[in-house]
């Protein structure tokens, strides 16, 4: 039982910890790390640029159980066909870190 009660002590203690380590971004902070990780060279918000608005990158995965980690996917790998014939080059971690880039896919989400 002491082993149970300790075990779900632990668990509890790092689902908050985890869950307040990657809060949500705002509007304000998601756009600023837009700017500086290039992402607003060809994306913006609600209209399309040389790439997809958000807007319509999160219509086109709404209700994806997997999308964060599809997109992540992409924007590391790079991709083409997605939202047309324009092909958006990989996106190393020295340009966006793994969890900057999670948490910015997450707020695209929302959009």
């Known amino acids: 039982m002491k082993v149970l009660v300790t ?3 632990a668990a509890a203690v790092l689902a908050l910890f985890s869950a307040s380590a990657s809060a949500a ?9 837009m700017k500086k990780s290039g992402c607003a060279a060809c994306h913006t918000v609600d209209k399309k640029l040389v790439g ?3 807007t319509a990158v999160a219509a086109k995965r709404k209700g994806e159980k997997d999308a964060v980690a599809v997109m992540e996917k992409s924007v590391r790998a790079g ?7 324009m092909p958006m ?3 190393p971690a ?4 793994d969890a900057d880039l999670h948490d910015l896919i997450e707020w695209v989400l929302t959009k």
């Open 7 to 9: 075990t779900l002590t």
């Open 25 to 33: 971004l705002d509007d304000a902070k998601a756009e600023a790390l």
């Open 52 to 54: 997809p608005a958000y």
């Open 79 to 85: 991709s083409k066909g997605v939202y047309g014939p």
């Open 89 to 91: 080059p990989p996106n």
């Open 94 to 97: 020295a340009k966006i870190s």
